[in-house]
Each structure stands twice: as C-alpha cells, then as structure tokens.
Nanobody, 121 residues
C-alpha cells in the first residue's frame, strides 16, 4: 500500500525556478533514500538527485549547483528545488524511494507517477 505522490511540475521560462514535492505514504518502517529521476521523450530515465535518511545528497553533474534536494523525515516527503532552469531540463520527473515496509524486511523500490516539467520561452 506504499504510494508516492508528486506535485509541482509546471511550465516555466528559462532561468526560472520550480519546487517539486513527493510524499510517501502507506506501510513504511523506514525509508533508506528518496530522490528524483527524469525522462525526456525518447531518452533513458536518468538520475537527477537522491537523499538519504541522514540527509546525504548526490546530484547529477548536469544539475549540480542549480538543484537542491531536501527532505522532511517526519512527513516522509522529499523536495527538489530547481533553480536556473534550462530547456534541457524539460522532462517528466519521477519520485523514487527505497522503502522498508516492515521490521527486518528488505528495501523495495517505489516510483511516483511523474510530473511534467517544461522549460521554454
């Protein structure tokens, strides 16, 4: 019954900003990591940013210095603040989480439904 719900995708001009949100709900014992992937039409899905429960982050080289990944552990929510957006950032952005549902269970991979980010003038 674990579910990831995303929001925040929009049409924005180059240089603009957006903040994406993703909330995990359902049967959750712990969340090892949460993050974001994106997929442009005809391209492979690629990692954008991840964050662990201890707030350790990593970013794709293409977004370093522009995007900031953060989380609210109490709310099981991850945020992606995207600044100085570029046309090449246009993609469907997917929330991802590695979630342990029960004590002594193994982590399972979950995906959100995706939210469209379009950067265009």
């Amino acid at each position: 019954q674990v579910q990831l719900v995303e929001s925040g995708g929009d049409l924005v001009q180059p240089g603009g900003s957006l903040r994406l949100s993703c909330a995990a709900s359902g049967s959750i014992f712990s969340i090892n990591s949460m993050g974001w992937y994106r997929q442009a039409p005809g391209k492979e899905r690629e990692l954008v940013a991840t964050i662990t429960s201890g707030d350790s982050t990593n970013y794709a080289d293409s977004v370093k210095g522009r995007f900031t990944n953060s989380r609210d552990n109490a709310k099981n929510t991850v945020y992606l603040l995207m600044n100085n957006l570029k046309p090449e950032d246009t993609a469907v952005y997917y929330c991802n989480a590695q979630i342990v549902r029960r004590y002594r269970d193994y982590p399972r991979n979950y995906w959100g439904q995706g939210t469209q980010v379009t950067v265009s003038s």
